[in-house]
Protein backbone atom coordinates (compact mmCIF):
# COMPACT_ATOMS: atom_id res chain seq x y z
CA UNK A 1 0.00 0.00 0.00
CA UNK A 2 1.01 3.38 -0.85
CA UNK A 3 0.16 6.78 0.08
CA UNK A 4 -0.56 8.17 -3.22
CA UNK A 5 -3.27 5.09 -2.86
CA UNK A 6 -4.52 6.22 0.35
CA UNK A 7 -5.11 9.72 -1.13
CA UNK A 8 -7.06 8.65 -3.72
CA UNK A 9 -9.16 6.92 -1.67
CA UNK A 10 -9.74 9.78 0.10
CA UNK A 11 -10.12 11.91 -2.08
CA UNK A 12 -13.23 10.10 -3.34
CA UNK A 13 -14.94 9.46 -0.33
CA UNK A 14 -14.36 13.50 0.53
CA UNK A 15 -16.42 13.75 -2.82
CA UNK A 16 -19.20 11.56 -1.72
CA UNK A 17 -19.16 13.30 1.73
CA UNK A 18 -19.75 16.78 -0.19
CA UNK A 19 -22.25 16.01 -2.85
CA UNK A 20 -24.49 13.91 0.22
CA UNK A 21 -26.34 17.21 1.47
CA UNK A 22 -26.84 19.07 -1.96
CA UNK A 23 -27.80 16.16 -3.74
CA UNK A 24 -29.93 14.99 -1.04
CA UNK A 25 -31.49 18.24 -1.11
CA UNK A 26 -32.53 18.42 -4.68
CA UNK A 27 -34.02 15.15 -4.68
CA UNK A 28 -35.87 16.12 -1.39
CA UNK A 29 -38.11 18.91 -3.16
CA UNK A 30 -38.19 16.95 -6.04
CA UNK A 31 -40.18 13.48 -4.40
CA UNK A 32 -41.80 16.37 -2.22
CA UNK A 33 -43.02 18.03 -5.49
CA UNK A 34 -41.65 21.33 -4.97
CA UNK A 35 -40.36 23.46 -7.70
CA UNK A 36 -36.90 23.04 -8.90
CA UNK A 37 -34.42 24.51 -11.72
CA UNK A 38 -35.33 22.20 -14.17
CA UNK A 39 -39.35 22.36 -13.16
CA UNK A 40 -39.73 24.47 -16.23
CA UNK A 41 -38.60 22.45 -18.60
CA UNK A 42 -39.72 18.62 -17.34
CA UNK A 43 -42.84 20.02 -15.41
CA UNK A 44 -45.16 20.18 -18.63
CA UNK A 45 -43.70 16.55 -19.40
CA UNK A 46 -44.11 14.84 -15.84
CA UNK A 47 -48.40 16.65 -16.09
CA UNK A 48 -48.41 14.76 -19.89
CA UNK A 49 -47.33 11.72 -18.82
CA UNK A 50 -49.97 11.97 -15.68
CA UNK A 51 -52.72 12.19 -18.14
CA UNK A 52 -51.48 9.63 -20.55
CA UNK A 53 -51.68 7.32 -17.72
CA UNK A 54 -54.60 7.96 -16.11
CA UNK A 55 -53.39 9.21 -12.71
CA UNK A 56 -51.83 12.14 -11.13
CA UNK A 57 -49.83 13.63 -8.61
CA UNK A 58 -52.04 14.37 -5.53
CA UNK A 59 -52.99 10.89 -6.30
CA UNK A 60 -51.98 8.02 -4.13
CA UNK A 61 -52.15 4.46 -3.70
CA UNK A 62 -52.35 1.74 -0.95
CA UNK A 63 -49.19 -0.62 -0.40
CA UNK A 64 -50.98 -3.41 -2.48
CA UNK A 65 -51.66 -1.08 -5.55
CA UNK A 66 -48.16 0.39 -5.39
CA UNK A 67 -46.90 -3.38 -5.96
CA UNK A 68 -49.09 -4.30 -8.32
CA UNK A 69 -48.44 -1.43 -10.68
CA UNK A 70 -45.00 -2.24 -9.95
CA UNK A 71 -44.85 -5.43 -10.65
CA UNK A 72 -46.61 -4.93 -13.82
CA UNK A 73 -44.98 -2.25 -15.20
CA UNK A 74 -41.47 -4.57 -14.78
CA UNK A 75 -43.16 -7.48 -16.52
CA UNK A 76 -44.22 -5.43 -19.30
CA UNK A 77 -40.50 -4.51 -19.03
CA UNK A 78 -39.33 -7.88 -18.79
CA UNK A 79 -41.20 -9.32 -21.91
CA UNK A 80 -40.27 -6.40 -24.22
CA UNK A 81 -37.00 -6.88 -23.84
CA UNK A 82 -36.91 -10.51 -24.29
CA UNK A 83 -39.16 -9.93 -27.44
CA UNK A 84 -36.53 -6.74 -28.71
CA UNK A 85 -33.35 -9.53 -28.46
CA UNK A 86 -35.61 -12.89 -29.90
CA UNK A 87 -36.89 -10.54 -33.20
CA UNK A 88 -33.09 -8.21 -33.15
CA UNK A 89 -32.09 -10.28 -36.47
CA UNK A 90 -34.86 -8.62 -38.30
CA UNK A 91 -34.84 -4.91 -36.99
CA UNK A 92 -33.28 -1.91 -37.92
CA UNK A 93 -30.00 -0.23 -36.15
CA UNK A 94 -28.27 -3.45 -36.54
CA UNK A 95 -25.19 -2.54 -38.50
CA UNK A 96 -22.84 -5.62 -37.46
CA UNK A 97 -25.92 -8.33 -38.67
CA UNK A 98 -26.33 -9.63 -35.44
CA UNK A 99 -29.21 -12.40 -35.41
CA UNK A 100 -31.41 -13.62 -32.38
CA UNK A 101 -30.42 -14.14 -29.20
CA UNK A 102 -30.93 -17.60 -28.11
CA UNK A 103 -34.56 -18.11 -25.53
CA UNK A 104 -32.16 -18.65 -22.80
CA UNK A 105 -29.65 -16.18 -23.05
CA UNK A 106 -32.49 -13.88 -23.97
CA UNK A 107 -34.49 -14.59 -20.37
CA UNK A 108 -31.56 -14.23 -18.72
CA UNK A 109 -30.91 -10.94 -19.92
CA UNK A 110 -33.97 -9.99 -19.64
CA UNK A 111 -34.67 -10.41 -16.15
CA UNK A 112 -31.04 -9.34 -15.80
CA UNK A 113 -31.43 -5.94 -16.62
CA UNK A 114 -35.45 -5.19 -15.77
CA UNK A 115 -33.96 -6.60 -12.21
CA UNK A 116 -31.08 -3.78 -12.06
CA UNK A 117 -28.56 -6.51 -12.11
CA UNK A 118 -27.28 -6.61 -15.38
CA UNK A 119 -25.63 -9.87 -14.95
CA UNK A 120 -24.30 -10.59 -18.54
CA UNK A 121 -23.83 -14.13 -20.19
CA UNK A 122 -22.48 -12.85 -23.74
CA UNK A 123 -20.33 -9.96 -25.14
CA UNK A 124 -22.19 -6.46 -25.56
CA UNK A 125 -20.35 -5.91 -28.62
CA UNK A 126 -20.23 -9.27 -30.89
CA UNK A 127 -24.25 -9.84 -29.36
CA UNK A 128 -26.90 -7.14 -29.41
CA UNK A 129 -27.31 -4.66 -32.19
CA UNK A 130 -27.51 -1.06 -31.40
CA UNK A 131 -31.63 -0.61 -31.32
CA UNK A 132 -31.38 -3.84 -28.69
CA UNK A 133 -28.66 -1.82 -26.35
CA UNK A 134 -30.39 1.36 -26.62
CA UNK A 135 -34.45 0.81 -27.15
CA UNK A 136 -34.04 -2.00 -24.64
CA UNK A 137 -30.71 -2.29 -22.12
CA UNK A 138 -30.90 1.43 -21.88
CA UNK A 139 -34.28 2.16 -21.21
CA UNK A 140 -34.26 -0.54 -18.30
CA UNK A 141 -31.58 0.72 -16.75
CA UNK A 142 -33.15 4.18 -16.53
CA UNK A 143 -36.44 2.29 -15.21
CA UNK A 144 -35.06 -0.05 -13.41
CA UNK A 145 -32.89 2.38 -11.09
CA UNK A 146 -36.25 4.58 -11.60
CA UNK A 147 -38.14 1.61 -9.78
CA UNK A 148 -35.48 1.12 -6.59
CA UNK A 149 -35.60 4.51 -5.99
CA UNK A 150 -39.21 4.89 -6.08
CA UNK A 151 -39.10 1.92 -2.97
CA UNK A 152 -37.09 3.48 -1.15
CA UNK A 153 -39.15 6.92 -1.06
CA UNK A 154 -42.33 4.97 -0.92
CA UNK A 155 -40.61 3.27 3.10
CA UNK A 156 -39.69 6.49 3.71
CA UNK A 157 -43.28 7.85 3.95
CA UNK A 158 -43.91 4.89 5.95
CA UNK A 159 -41.64 6.18 8.46
CA UNK A 160 -42.30 9.80 7.75
CA UNK A 161 -46.16 9.21 7.67
CA UNK A 162 -48.41 8.35 10.63
CA UNK A 163 -52.27 6.97 10.73
CA UNK A 164 -52.53 7.09 7.38
CA UNK A 165 -53.31 4.73 4.40
CA UNK A 166 -51.15 5.39 1.74
CA UNK A 167 -47.53 5.67 0.95
CA UNK A 168 -47.07 7.27 -2.75
CA UNK A 169 -48.23 6.68 -5.90
CA UNK A 170 -45.46 4.52 -8.11
CA UNK A 171 -45.92 6.56 -11.36
CA UNK A 172 -45.30 9.78 -9.70
CA UNK A 173 -42.38 8.13 -8.06
CA UNK A 174 -41.01 6.54 -11.00
CA UNK A 175 -41.42 9.68 -12.79
CA UNK A 176 -39.85 12.00 -11.03
CA UNK A 177 -36.92 9.92 -10.64
CA UNK A 178 -36.19 9.56 -14.58
CA UNK A 179 -37.45 13.38 -15.44
CA UNK A 180 -35.75 15.17 -12.91
CA UNK A 181 -32.57 12.90 -11.52
CA UNK A 182 -31.39 10.41 -13.94
CA UNK A 183 -32.30 11.80 -17.39
CA UNK A 184 -30.71 15.26 -16.65
CA UNK A 185 -27.55 13.52 -15.02
CA UNK A 186 -27.32 11.36 -17.54
CA UNK A 187 -27.43 14.06 -20.31
CA UNK A 188 -24.53 16.01 -18.97
CA UNK A 189 -22.56 12.57 -18.23
CA UNK A 190 -22.84 11.48 -21.46
CA UNK A 191 -21.34 14.78 -22.89
CA UNK A 192 -18.49 14.70 -20.29
CA UNK A 193 -17.40 11.01 -21.84
CA UNK A 194 -17.92 11.86 -25.05
CA UNK A 195 -15.30 14.78 -24.54
CA UNK A 196 -13.02 11.99 -22.47
CA UNK A 197 -13.23 10.02 -25.80
CA UNK A 198 -15.73 7.69 -25.23
CA UNK A 199 -17.66 6.73 -28.53
CA UNK A 200 -21.01 7.97 -29.04
CA UNK A 201 -22.43 6.54 -32.71
CA UNK A 202 -24.71 4.91 -34.99
CA UNK A 203 -22.43 4.43 -37.19
CA UNK A 204 -21.00 0.58 -38.38
CA UNK A 205 -18.30 -0.86 -36.79
CA UNK A 206 -14.71 0.35 -38.26
CA UNK A 207 -12.48 -2.13 -40.03
CA UNK A 208 -8.53 -0.88 -39.41
CA UNK A 209 -4.97 -1.92 -40.28
CA UNK A 210 -2.92 -2.84 -37.69
CA UNK A 211 0.98 -2.09 -37.64
CA UNK A 212 1.34 -5.82 -38.52
CA UNK A 213 -1.02 -5.62 -41.45
CA UNK A 214 -3.50 -7.89 -40.15
CA UNK A 215 -6.98 -6.28 -40.23
CA UNK A 216 -9.36 -5.87 -37.12
CA UNK A 217 -12.45 -4.77 -36.57
CA UNK A 218 -13.13 -2.12 -34.02
CA UNK A 219 -16.32 -2.11 -32.35
CA UNK A 220 -18.18 1.46 -31.47
CA UNK A 221 -21.34 2.73 -31.00
CA UNK A 222 -23.76 4.61 -28.50
CA UNK A 223 -21.27 3.78 -26.46
CA UNK A 224 -21.27 7.31 -23.79
CA UNK A 225 -25.16 7.17 -23.25
CA UNK A 226 -25.11 3.52 -21.73
CA UNK A 227 -21.90 4.13 -19.50
CA UNK A 228 -23.36 7.41 -17.90
CA UNK A 229 -26.29 5.75 -16.58
CA UNK A 230 -25.04 2.29 -16.41
CA UNK A 231 -22.75 4.16 -13.64
CA UNK A 232 -25.06 6.21 -12.12
CA UNK A 233 -28.35 4.22 -12.09
CA UNK A 234 -26.10 0.98 -10.67
CA UNK A 235 -26.65 -1.23 -13.34
CA UNK A 236 -23.08 -1.67 -14.44
CA UNK A 237 -23.99 -3.85 -17.52
CA UNK A 238 -21.46 -2.68 -20.15
CA UNK A 239 -21.49 -1.91 -23.56
CA UNK A 240 -18.14 -3.89 -24.53
CA UNK A 241 -17.35 -7.26 -22.51
CA UNK A 242 -14.37 -6.14 -21.05
CA UNK A 243 -17.20 -3.83 -19.05
CA UNK A 244 -15.24 -0.30 -17.55
CA UNK A 245 -11.35 -2.10 -18.10
CA UNK A 246 -12.43 -1.54 -21.88
CA UNK A 247 -10.72 1.67 -22.94
CA UNK A 248 -13.73 3.02 -25.00
CA UNK A 249 -15.80 2.46 -22.00
CA UNK A 250 -13.36 4.12 -19.14
CA UNK A 251 -10.53 5.78 -20.87
CA UNK A 252 -8.90 7.19 -18.08
CA UNK A 253 -8.30 8.00 -14.44
CA UNK A 254 -10.85 10.99 -14.87
CA UNK A 255 -13.02 8.89 -16.39
CA UNK A 256 -12.56 6.26 -14.18
CA UNK A 257 -13.00 9.11 -11.24
CA UNK A 258 -16.29 10.29 -12.45
CA UNK A 259 -17.43 6.99 -12.56
CA UNK A 260 -16.63 5.60 -9.34
CA UNK A 261 -18.74 8.67 -7.91
CA UNK A 262 -21.59 8.28 -10.41
CA UNK A 263 -21.92 4.62 -8.76
CA UNK A 264 -21.84 6.08 -5.45
CA UNK A 265 -23.99 9.37 -5.52
CA UNK A 266 -27.65 9.02 -5.31
CA UNK A 267 -27.35 5.71 -2.93
CA UNK A 268 -25.44 7.87 -0.58
CA UNK A 269 -27.70 11.29 -1.03
CA UNK A 270 -30.79 8.86 -0.39
CA UNK A 271 -29.96 8.60 3.44
CA UNK A 272 -29.54 12.63 3.62
CA UNK A 273 -33.09 12.65 1.88
CA UNK A 274 -34.36 9.90 4.46
CA UNK A 275 -33.35 12.29 7.22
CA UNK A 276 -34.71 15.43 5.52
CA UNK A 277 -38.36 13.49 5.46
CA UNK A 278 -38.84 12.30 8.48
CA UNK A 279 -37.46 15.97 9.97
CA UNK A 280 -33.98 14.58 11.15
CA UNK A 281 -31.33 14.68 9.28
CA UNK A 282 -28.72 12.95 11.97
CA UNK A 283 -30.59 9.68 11.26
CA UNK A 284 -29.22 10.03 7.59
CA UNK A 285 -25.58 10.65 8.57
CA UNK A 286 -25.93 7.85 10.98
CA UNK A 287 -27.25 5.21 8.54
CA UNK A 288 -24.60 6.58 6.45
CA UNK A 289 -22.08 6.57 8.85
CA UNK A 290 -22.91 2.73 9.28
CA UNK A 291 -22.35 2.29 5.38
CA UNK A 292 -19.34 4.07 5.61
CA UNK A 293 -17.22 1.73 8.51
CA UNK A 294 -18.37 -1.31 6.48
CA UNK A 295 -17.13 0.34 3.01
CA UNK A 296 -13.64 2.06 4.73
CA UNK A 297 -12.82 -1.70 6.60
CA UNK A 298 -14.06 -3.73 2.97
CA UNK A 299 -11.71 -1.28 1.27
CA UNK A 300 -8.79 -1.41 3.23
CA UNK A 301 -8.55 -5.34 3.54
CA UNK A 302 -9.07 -5.66 -0.25
CA UNK A 303 -6.14 -2.88 -0.72
CA UNK A 304 -3.62 -4.83 1.17
CA UNK A 305 -4.57 -8.03 -0.46
CA UNK A 306 -3.46 -7.02 -3.27
CA UNK A 307 -1.06 -4.78 -2.47
CA UNK A 308 0.95 -7.28 -0.36
CA UNK A 309 0.51 -9.62 -4.03
CA UNK A 310 0.63 -13.20 -4.76
CA UNK A 311 2.55 -15.63 -2.15
CA UNK A 312 3.13 -17.68 -5.41
CA UNK A 313 4.52 -15.54 -7.75
CA UNK A 314 6.86 -13.99 -4.42
CA UNK A 315 8.08 -17.64 -4.23
CA UNK A 316 9.20 -17.42 -7.86
CA UNK A 317 11.53 -14.59 -6.62
CA UNK A 318 9.31 -11.66 -8.29
CA UNK A 319 8.59 -8.92 -5.61
CA UNK A 320 5.06 -6.51 -5.70
CA UNK A 321 1.91 -6.10 -5.59
CA UNK A 322 -0.74 -8.25 -7.73
CA UNK A 323 -1.29 -6.35 -10.74
CA UNK A 324 -2.71 -9.43 -12.93
CA UNK A 325 -6.37 -8.52 -14.23
CA UNK A 326 -5.65 -4.91 -13.80
CA UNK A 327 -5.16 -2.12 -16.33
CA UNK A 328 -1.93 -0.54 -16.06
CA UNK A 329 -3.97 3.04 -16.39
CA UNK A 330 -5.96 2.49 -12.56
CA UNK A 331 -3.15 0.50 -10.86
CA UNK A 332 -3.85 -1.45 -7.83
CA UNK A 333 -5.42 1.44 -5.82
CA UNK A 334 -8.21 2.50 -7.77
CA UNK A 335 -8.55 -1.34 -9.15
CA UNK A 336 -9.30 -2.55 -5.35
CA UNK A 337 -11.30 0.81 -4.89
CA UNK A 338 -13.70 0.60 -7.47
CA UNK A 339 -13.89 -3.26 -7.24
CA UNK A 340 -15.10 -2.31 -3.50
CA UNK A 341 -17.46 0.26 -4.67
CA UNK A 342 -19.22 -1.45 -7.52
CA UNK A 343 -20.01 -4.79 -5.41
CA UNK A 344 -20.69 -2.24 -2.20
CA UNK A 345 -23.12 -0.24 -4.51
CA UNK A 346 -24.85 -3.01 -6.50
CA UNK A 347 -23.65 -2.13 -9.35
CA UNK A 348 -21.38 -4.68 -11.28
CA UNK A 349 -19.49 -2.60 -13.50
CA UNK A 350 -15.53 -3.93 -13.27
CA UNK A 351 -12.01 -2.10 -14.03
CA UNK A 352 -10.46 -5.11 -13.19
CA UNK A 353 -10.92 -8.97 -13.20
CA UNK A 354 -12.19 -9.69 -9.85
CA UNK A 355 -11.43 -13.48 -10.89
CA UNK A 356 -7.35 -12.35 -10.73
CA UNK A 357 -7.19 -10.69 -7.30
CA UNK A 358 -5.76 -12.55 -4.69
CA UNK A 359 -7.57 -15.08 -2.70
CA UNK A 360 -8.70 -12.46 0.09
CA UNK A 361 -9.48 -9.37 -2.40
CA UNK A 362 -11.65 -11.69 -3.87
CA UNK A 363 -13.69 -12.24 -0.90
CA UNK A 364 -14.54 -8.69 -0.17
CA UNK A 365 -16.64 -8.39 -3.49
CA UNK A 366 -18.11 -11.55 -2.41
CA UNK A 367 -18.69 -10.24 0.95
CA UNK A 368 -20.30 -6.85 0.13
CA UNK A 369 -22.92 -8.71 -2.07
CA UNK A 370 -23.63 -11.17 0.23
CA UNK A 371 -24.29 -8.80 3.22
CA UNK A 372 -27.31 -7.49 0.89
CA UNK A 373 -25.94 -4.63 -0.74
CA UNK A 374 -26.63 -2.57 1.95
CA UNK A 375 -22.91 -0.47 1.88
CA UNK A 376 -24.63 2.17 0.44
CA UNK A 377 -26.17 -0.30 -2.07
CA UNK A 378 -27.91 0.13 -5.73
CA UNK A 379 -30.03 3.69 -6.12
CA UNK A 380 -33.14 2.65 -3.35
CA UNK A 381 -32.22 -1.07 -3.17
CA UNK A 382 -29.32 0.20 -0.89
CA UNK A 383 -31.46 2.01 1.47
CA UNK A 384 -34.46 0.02 1.49
CA UNK A 385 -31.97 -3.13 2.21
CA UNK A 386 -30.86 -1.50 5.12
CA UNK A 387 -33.64 -0.29 6.77
CA UNK A 388 -34.61 -3.99 6.96
CA UNK A 389 -31.66 -4.45 9.20
CA UNK A 390 -32.30 -1.62 10.89
CA UNK A 391 -35.81 -3.20 11.85
CA UNK A 392 -33.86 -6.30 13.42
CA UNK A 393 -31.36 -4.06 15.06
CA UNK A 394 -34.09 -2.04 17.05
CA UNK A 395 -35.79 -5.33 17.55
CA UNK A 396 -32.84 -6.70 19.26
CA UNK A 397 -31.96 -3.20 21.08
CA UNK A 398 -35.60 -3.81 22.80
CA UNK A 399 -34.99 -7.55 23.57
CA UNK A 400 -31.68 -6.66 25.32
CA UNK A 401 -33.62 -3.81 27.56
CA UNK A 402 -36.98 -5.12 27.92
CA UNK A 403 -39.05 -2.69 26.05
CA UNK A 404 -41.27 -2.63 23.08
CA UNK A 405 -39.02 -1.89 19.81
CA UNK A 406 -39.21 1.32 18.40
CA UNK A 407 -37.75 3.46 15.69
CA UNK A 408 -38.92 7.05 14.60
CA UNK A 409 -41.25 6.66 17.06
CA UNK A 410 -43.08 3.87 15.13
CA UNK A 411 -43.46 0.33 17.48
CA UNK A 412 -41.94 -2.32 15.49
CA UNK A 413 -43.95 -5.08 15.88
CA UNK A 414 -43.59 -9.03 14.77
CA UNK A 415 -45.36 -8.09 11.52
CA UNK A 416 -42.42 -5.59 10.99
CA UNK A 417 -39.51 -8.51 11.84
CA UNK A 418 -40.91 -10.87 10.17
CA UNK A 419 -41.03 -9.06 6.59
CA UNK A 420 -37.74 -7.84 7.19
CA UNK A 421 -36.04 -11.15 8.19
CA UNK A 422 -38.08 -12.79 5.27
CA UNK A 423 -36.46 -10.16 2.62
CA UNK A 424 -33.12 -10.59 4.55
CA UNK A 425 -32.88 -14.42 4.44
CA UNK A 426 -33.84 -14.53 0.25
CA UNK A 427 -30.79 -13.63 -0.50
CA UNK A 428 -29.00 -16.69 0.73
CA UNK A 429 -31.89 -18.99 0.01
CA UNK A 430 -30.91 -18.02 -3.65
CA UNK A 431 -27.15 -17.77 -3.18
CA UNK A 432 -26.40 -20.73 -1.81
CA UNK A 433 -28.98 -23.75 -2.41
CA UNK A 434 -28.28 -23.16 -6.02
CA UNK A 435 -24.50 -23.29 -5.72
CA UNK A 436 -25.23 -26.13 -3.51
CA UNK A 437 -26.95 -27.87 -6.90
CA UNK A 438 -24.37 -26.56 -9.56
CA UNK A 439 -21.08 -27.67 -8.13
CA UNK A 440 -22.86 -31.25 -7.90
CA UNK A 441 -24.48 -31.61 -11.04
CA UNK A 442 -22.57 -32.33 -14.15
CA UNK A 443 -24.29 -29.44 -16.25
CA UNK A 444 -22.94 -26.87 -13.68
CA UNK A 445 -19.46 -28.31 -12.99
CA UNK A 446 -18.51 -28.59 -16.66
CA UNK A 447 -18.90 -24.94 -16.98
CA UNK A 448 -16.06 -24.15 -14.16
CA UNK A 449 -12.78 -22.69 -15.21
CA UNK A 450 -11.12 -23.82 -11.80
CA UNK A 451 -10.90 -26.56 -10.02
CA UNK A 452 -10.95 -26.87 -6.21
CA UNK A 453 -11.85 -23.60 -3.87
CA UNK A 454 -11.25 -21.04 -6.59
CA UNK A 455 -13.52 -23.20 -9.10
CA UNK A 456 -16.34 -23.11 -6.39
CA UNK A 457 -15.40 -19.66 -5.54
CA UNK A 458 -16.81 -18.89 -9.44
CA UNK A 459 -19.86 -20.43 -8.97
CA UNK A 460 -20.52 -19.07 -5.71
CA UNK A 461 -19.88 -15.11 -6.71
CA UNK A 462 -22.25 -15.90 -9.65
CA UNK A 463 -24.93 -17.04 -7.79
CA UNK A 464 -24.44 -14.25 -5.06
CA UNK A 465 -24.31 -11.34 -7.78
CA UNK A 466 -27.46 -12.40 -9.48
CA UNK A 467 -29.31 -12.69 -6.38
CA UNK A 468 -27.58 -9.48 -4.93
CA UNK A 469 -28.99 -7.67 -8.25
CA UNK A 470 -24.68 -6.97 -8.87
CA UNK A 471 -24.03 -8.45 -12.59
CA UNK A 472 -20.32 -8.73 -11.96
CA UNK A 473 -18.78 -11.90 -12.46
CA UNK A 474 -15.42 -14.17 -11.18
CA UNK A 475 -14.40 -14.81 -14.61
CA UNK A 476 -13.83 -18.44 -15.70
CA UNK A 477 -16.87 -19.55 -15.36
CA UNK A 478 -18.81 -20.57 -18.52
CA UNK A 479 -22.45 -19.07 -17.78
CA UNK A 480 -24.06 -18.86 -21.26
CA UNK A 481 -25.47 -22.40 -20.79
CA UNK A 482 -29.29 -23.64 -20.23
CA UNK A 483 -28.54 -24.31 -16.82
CA UNK A 484 -26.60 -21.09 -16.07
CA UNK A 485 -29.14 -19.15 -17.64
CA UNK A 486 -31.98 -20.06 -15.90
CA UNK A 487 -31.22 -20.52 -12.35
CA UNK A 488 -29.14 -17.58 -12.40
CA UNK A 489 -32.28 -15.63 -13.96
CA UNK A 490 -34.38 -17.00 -11.01
CA UNK A 491 -31.64 -15.67 -8.71
CA UNK A 492 -32.01 -12.25 -9.98
CA UNK A 493 -35.92 -12.64 -9.65
CA UNK A 494 -35.86 -13.84 -6.28
CA UNK A 495 -32.76 -11.39 -4.97
CA UNK A 496 -35.28 -8.33 -6.38
CA UNK A 497 -38.63 -9.61 -5.80
CA UNK A 498 -38.38 -10.82 -2.60
CA UNK A 499 -37.22 -7.67 -1.00
CA UNK A 500 -39.31 -5.43 -2.56
CA UNK A 501 -42.98 -6.54 -1.84
CA UNK A 502 -41.76 -6.95 2.18
CA UNK A 503 -40.29 -3.62 2.30
CA UNK A 504 -43.41 -2.44 0.86
CA UNK A 505 -45.68 -4.05 3.25
CA UNK A 506 -43.25 -3.12 5.92
CA UNK A 507 -44.26 0.54 4.60
CA UNK A 508 -47.97 0.45 4.32
CA UNK A 509 -48.00 -1.64 8.12
CA UNK A 510 -45.79 1.91 8.96
CA UNK A 511 -47.67 4.71 7.86
CA UNK A 512 -50.52 3.38 9.09
CA UNK A 513 -48.95 3.76 12.93
CA UNK A 514 -49.30 6.54 15.26
CA UNK A 515 -45.62 8.28 16.04
CA UNK A 516 -45.29 8.11 19.88
CA UNK A 517 -42.93 10.52 21.34
CA UNK A 518 -39.59 9.75 22.62
CA UNK A 519 -39.07 9.01 26.39
CA UNK A 520 -36.55 8.81 28.42
CA UNK A 521 -36.58 5.42 27.77
CA UNK A 522 -36.22 5.58 23.95
CA UNK A 523 -33.17 4.14 22.50
CA UNK A 524 -31.71 6.66 20.37
CA UNK A 525 -30.72 5.71 16.96
CA UNK A 526 -28.95 8.85 15.66
CA UNK A 527 -25.62 8.54 17.67
CA UNK A 528 -22.19 5.84 17.59
CA UNK A 529 -24.09 3.26 19.68
CA UNK A 530 -26.77 2.51 17.13
CA UNK A 531 -24.51 2.64 14.37
CA UNK A 532 -22.26 0.13 16.35
CA UNK A 533 -25.38 -1.90 17.01
CA UNK A 534 -26.37 -1.73 13.10
CA UNK A 535 -22.94 -2.42 11.73
CA UNK A 536 -22.70 -5.44 14.28
CA UNK A 537 -26.14 -6.87 13.23
CA UNK A 538 -25.63 -6.83 9.28
CA UNK A 539 -22.33 -8.49 10.26
CA UNK A 540 -23.39 -11.25 12.80
CA UNK A 541 -26.55 -12.21 10.22
CA UNK A 542 -24.39 -12.04 7.26
CA UNK A 543 -21.82 -14.27 8.59
CA UNK A 544 -24.13 -16.83 10.64
CA UNK A 545 -25.46 -17.34 6.82
CA UNK A 546 -22.67 -16.94 4.84
CA UNK A 547 -19.23 -18.27 6.52
CA UNK A 548 -19.25 -21.83 5.81
CA UNK A 549 -19.25 -20.99 2.40
CA UNK A 550 -16.96 -17.92 2.74
CA UNK A 551 -14.75 -20.68 4.34
CA UNK A 552 -14.81 -23.20 1.38
CA UNK A 553 -13.78 -20.91 -1.12
CA UNK A 554 -11.38 -17.71 -1.07
CA UNK A 555 -10.14 -18.49 2.74
CA UNK A 556 -9.44 -22.15 1.80
CA UNK A 557 -7.64 -20.82 -1.50
CA UNK A 558 -5.70 -18.57 0.20
CA UNK A 559 -4.29 -20.93 2.95
CA UNK A 560 -3.37 -22.73 0.26
CA UNK A 561 -1.93 -19.99 -1.57
CA UNK A 562 0.38 -19.40 1.51
CA UNK A 563 1.65 -23.11 1.60
CA UNK A 564 2.75 -22.76 -2.08
CA UNK A 565 -0.29 -25.07 -3.89
CA UNK A 566 -2.20 -23.88 -6.55
CA UNK A 567 -5.91 -24.77 -8.21
Known amino acids: MTLNGWIQILVFCGIIILLVKPLGGYMHRVFKGNRTLLSPIFGPLERGLYRICGTSEREEQHWTTYAVALLLFNLAGFLVLYVLQRLQGSLPYNPAGMTAVEPGLAFNTAASFMTNTNWQNYGGESTMSYLVQMAGLTVQNFVSAATGIAIAIALIRGFARASGKSIGNFWVDMTRSTLYLLLPFCIALTLVYVWLGVPQTLGAYINA ?40 ENPDAISNLIQMVSIFAIGAALTNVFGRMIGNQRQGWAILSAMGVMFIAGVAICYWAEAAGNPLVHALGIDGGNMEGKESRF ?77 LGKKIEAKEVKMAMLAILCLPLAMLIFT ?94 FVGLLVGVILIVGGLTFFPALAVGPIIEHLAMIHGQTF
Not at 226 to 235: D, F, R, S, Y
Not at 480 to 487: E, F
Open 436 to 529: AIAVVLPTGVASMGNAGPHGFSEVLYAYTSGAANNGSAFGGLSGNTPWYNITIGIGMLMGRFLVIIPALAIAGSLVAKKTVPASAGTFPTDGPL
Open 209 to 248: TTLEGAQQTIAVGPVASQVAIKMLGTNGGGFFNANAAHPF
Open 331 to 407: GIALSALFAVITTAASCGAVNAMHGSFTALGGMIPIINMQLGEVIVGGVGAGLYGILMYIVVAVFVAGLMVGRTPEY
